[in-house]
């Protein structure tokens, strides 16, 4: 630290590859000076001339960046690959089927429309994907949400939204009337087309917002939406999960509450009916639950043992469709069943832009949710397998797995992590594995779909409950979060609590503002505090956090963690008056006031809001108050604004008029620029005067202190 270093401004050109060796000793650093950058309208030419040249190569280079499979196709390798993606993509379809059917309980809608979602998801994700171990189709959040939509126009257009399936006396299904009108392309149509129709009109609208996203390279959007947020809104919408599919696991009949309360008012329902539970259900929820909590966990015991997970859902629905049919519990005991599945495709609808308006502003935490959770999940498997993703093209990719799957009567999709753990476990290398997951939901499509007639509903609840255990067991990571950031914790609880309390939306809009007023708070009201230099050496640290430390006499070194902008300004002005025990500001306006041969004030206390009264010894010239100089540390100053730098500028207005000198040290460039440019150096001066003000080290700018204890530095102060 005993060495000097000074700034060059001479003839010597940025592009030497050694500067001159200074007269008299020590380094020179010499500045750069960058290159002038084009003019606005230049730079504008030449974007809309790259944008306009079209050329084979352009145009084939286009095609690979909307579609990345005819990108990786060319160089896949079978050897090494496809066995992988054969076996992970069996493995996820087996997975699928079940779900497909267990999710549109969540939906409200009939299973035959989840199995279009993830044969079409998953064809349309392979072809525009650059992740290769996501799995993008059905997800439970999505199905929920969609579900509250849905339930809120069937009530709106007169349907009862509680009649989602055949009950007591009623094996069937309101599907085939309604698929007819649907083929037909009549406007009157019954429960299960309305409801159809409003799921795709939402779809299609989210996946416009997600498109309009990826192309205007919207997708660090997502990054504001954080993780506790993420997890509390997970939480928050699987106890509404859990709570919408009591009434299936009890075999009872409840109504399906809409608005402020929901879940409370399900509850209280349920306890209502609580008497008239279906004992066949009863039964074969507790059965199913116990067999597939067992499975679930001797699987995360025995997962290392295992080279694929065990299909346990696929069978236990299985064993339960054929429990059903040979004991006829439907006819017998009442109990409600899934009812007739059609087989094959219906013709393609254009969505209803009626209901596109009407559910347009519903469509947005729908868009949100699904991208968010897609892109983390994409980057969260790019890092742990080695590769890179982009971000924008996953929104125009989940966006179209939306938007054109509308038409083919479709609901809303996204990554879902519970499955894309599965996939890459079982050895999938690339998203040729969704091809293999879309043939078998395209084998059950055409053939197998009327089997599962007689599956009862209560197993299909018992797989939705199930599938949430992961997501419940993160209230358990509460309390670490809480010791590592409360902010954080606070998040957390406030998007799940609000979730449960107001409704799913509520909660995200919630946690959203939180973690935003989060993020404004601490950059609002950030650390500050005094250094002092650690013995024997040229470093500095906080006096209230180490001992030992060794004060610079006539000198106070002060920090402030965090950028200084409109927002923190009084507060770091009060930070440094309450720590240094100066108001400059009060002292210099006073001393204003009297004239120029006016005495000392001493003995008056200094107030401040913040922290506090400060020491009443404080004085208004250097000798009273105990130092000359005020070293500002700004290694933790991010970037000014311009309230940050009116601040600067008056509080060394306000120091040179009581004869103290302010030094800053450790600048970034973006500082020292916007210190440049906002006039707290001078222009005219150039770095002569930036060589008197800001310092490399704090080590040297207290040195520079310390040899020039009265007024602002001299030009050729040494760096």
């Keep these: 630290m005993s060495g000097s270093l000074r700034l060059s401004h001479g003839t010597w050109h940025p592009r030497m590859e050694a500067p001159p060796e200074q007269q008299g000793g020590g380094p020179v650093l010499v500045r750069r000076r960058p290159p002038e950058p084009p003019a606005l309208h230049e730079r504008l030419k030449a974007r809309l001339r790259q944008s306009c040249e079209c050329s084979m190569q352009g145009a084939w280079g286009l095609v690979r960046d909307l579609l990345p499979a005819a990108r990786w196709l060319r160089g896949y390798r079978l050897r090494e690959d496809l066995a992988g993606d054969v076996m992970s993509g069996l493995v996820i379809g087996i997975i699928l089927v079940p779900q497909a059917i267990a999710y549109s309980l969540l939906a409200g809608l009939q299973p035959i429309y989840c199995l279009y979602t993830s044969f079409f998801a998953n064809l349309i994700y392979f072809l525009m994907g650059t992740s290769r171990h996501v799995s993008v189709g059905i997800f439970s959040l999505l199905c929920l949400m969609v579900g509250q939509v849905v339930d809120r126009e069937l009530l709106l257009a007169g349907f009862d939204p509680a009649q989602d399936g055949p009950g007591p006396g009623d094996n069937s299904s309101a599907l085939n009337a ?192 699904s991208s968010t959770f897609s892109i983390s999940l994409a980057e969260m498997f790019a890092r742990s397998h080695g590769y890179a993703v982009r971000a924008d093209q996953e929104l125009l990719a989940v966006g179209c797995c939306n938007v054109l799957p509308a038409f083919f009567h479709c609901f809303a999709t996204s990554a879902a992590l519970a499955k894309s753990l599965v996939k890459t476990a079982t050895g999938c290398r690339t998203q040729l594995s969704s091809v293999v997951s879309a043939a078998v939901v395209l084998l059950v499509l055409l053939a197998l779909a009327p089997l599962f007639r007689d599956l009862q509903r209560s197993v299909l609840a018992c797989v939705i409950v199930v599938s949430l255990r992961g997501t419940l067991r993160k209230v358990r990571d509460l309390p670490q979060l809480w010791r590592l950031s409360q902010a954080d914790a606070l998040v957390w609880a406030a998007t799940a609590a609000t979730g449960v309390l107001v409704s799913t939306e509520a909660g995200l809009l919630a946690g959203l503002l939180l973690s935003l007023l989060s993020l404004i708070g601490r950059t609002q009201r950030p650390h500050a505090a005094l250094l002092a230099r650690i013995r024997g050496s040229g470093f500095y640290a906080d006096v209230t956090e180490f001992e030992g430390l ?153 040195q520079a202190a310390r040899a020039c204890p009265r007024g602002p530095l001299t030009s050729n102060s040494s760096l």
């Design 550 to 702: 060794v004060p610079e006499p006539g000198v106070q070194v002060f920090r402030f963690a965090g950028p200084l902008h409109y927002a923190n300004k009084d507060f770091f002005l009060r930070s440094l008056y309450s720590l240094t025990g100066l108001d400059v500001a009060r002292a210099a306006a006073r001393r204003k006031e009297q004239s120029p041969e006016a005495g000392v004030l001493e003995g008056e206390p200094l107030e401040d809001t913040g922290r506090g009264r400060v020491s009443n010894t404080a004085a208004l010239v250097p000798e009273a108050a105990g130092f000359h100089a005020v070293v500002i540390d700004c290694t933790p100053l991010l970037f000014l604004d311009a309230a940050g730098l009116a601040t600067l500028r008056e509080l060394r207005r306000d120091y040179g008029a009581l004869g103290i000198t302010l030094l800053l040290a450790c600048c970034s460039p973006s500082v020292r620029g916007a210190l440049r440019r906002g006039g707290f150096l001078r222009e005219d001066r150039g770095d002569v005067d930036e060589e008197g003000q800001l310092f490399h080290t704090v080590h040297d700018a207290v």
């Design 178 to 369: 309604s698929a007819t009108t649907l083929a037909l392309g009549l406007q009157d149509c019954g429960r299960d087309c309305y409801a159809i129709r409003v799921a795709t009109a939402l779809t299609l609208v989210a996946g416009i917002y997600q498109v309009l996203m990826g192309v205007l390279r919207l997708g660090f959007v997502s990054a504001y939406l954080s993780q506790p947020l993420l997890d509390g809104f997970a939480m928050g919408a699987s106890l509404t999960i859990l709570t919408s599919q009591l009434k299936h696991l009890l075999g009872v009949r409840v109504p399906r509450h809409q608005g402020l309360g929901m879940v409370v008012r399900t509850w209280l329902s349920l306890l209502r009916s609580a008497g008239q539970a279906n004992l066949c259900d009863v039964l074969t929820s507790a059965v199913c639950l116990v067999v597939l909590l067992a499975a679930k966990e001797l699987s995360d015991r025995c997962r290392h043992r295992l080279k694929v997970p065990l299909p346990t859902e696929l069978l236990v629905i299985v064993v339960a469709t054929l429990v059903s049919h040979l004991g006829q519990l439907h006819a017998r005991f009442g109990s409600s069943v899934a009812g007739d599945i059609p087989t094959g495709f219906m013709a393609p609808r254009v969505p209803d832009p009626g209901l596109m308006w009407r559910v347009a502003l519903d469509a947005v935490p729908l868009a949100l949710v």
